[in-house]
């Protein structure tokens, strides 16, 4: 891995941190709030690709068990990464890696609609289906319980992937995927 890709990878973990500065809503049906952070990993995977996407929420997860303010509300510690968002975390550097191997596959042929669909796909429906499933189970819950409840995060995931994918295209030339393909 080059330089320049930890550099990518750094700077979309700070701007993942920066997207949990958006005061968090909370939904009150589930112990989960919902986040701009989601956006955040969605972009790493669209733009950086596979490896340097899931590399920065790599990064991100660590700071986080370092203890950082880098979730909503100033959160950080290991105790979150065992808590109800356990699963939605751990699963972003999933979604992302995969995210981003598509955006790769597809890169010379790269249109909106494609990235918008392997959001909802990795970034929508993973995130929730991992994030629900060990909710549920950390909390205890009925499985279906915890996957209606993650439903209240569709509108707002539908819109972050959407906008995802809006902006990968406008600033596809500045992506080390498109630098890699130059080459």
């Known amino acids: 891995m080059r330089i320049k890709e930890l550099v990518y990878a750094a700077l979309f973990a700070a701007l993942i941190a920066v997207l949990g500065l958006v005061p968090p809503v909370s939904?009150?049906?589930?112990?989960?709030?919902?986040t701009a952070q989601t956006l955040g990993v969605m972009l790493a995977g669209c733009f950086?690709?596979?490896?340097?996407?899931?590399?920065s929420l790599i990064i991100f997860l660590i700071l986080i068990a370092l203890g950082l303010p880098v979730l909503p509300g100033g959160r950080g510690g290991l105790?979150?990464?065992?808590?109800?968002?356990?699963?939605?975390?751990?699963s972003?550097?999933?979604?992302?890696?995969?995210?981003?191997?598509?955006?790769?596959?597809?890169?010379?042929?790269l249109r909106a609609w494609k990235l918008f669909a392997v959001n909802l796909i990795?970034?929508?429906?993973?995130?929730?289906?991992?994030?629900?499933?060990?909710?549920?189970w950390i909390t205890n819950t009925p499985l279906w319980t915890g996957l209606a409840g993650s439903a209240a995060f569709l509108p707002g995931d539908l819109i972050k992937a959407l906008l995802a994918a809006v902006i990968t295209m406008q600033l596809r030339a500045f992506s080390p995927v498109e630098e890699k393909?130059?080459?």
């Open 92 to 109: 972003w550097p999933l979604a992302a890696g995969l995210i981003g191997w598509f955006a790769e596959a597809v890169w010379p042929k």
């Open 48 to 55: 950086l690709g596979w490896r340097t996407g899931a590399l």
């Open 79 to 90: 105790a979150i990464l065992v808590g109800p968002t356990a699963g939605y975390l751990f």
């Open 122 to 136: 990795f970034g929508v429906l993973l995130v929730n289906l991992i994030g629900a499933s060990t909710m549920a």
């Open 181 to 183: 393909r130059g080459a």
């Open 27 to 34: 939904l009150g049906i589930i112990p989960v709030p919902v």
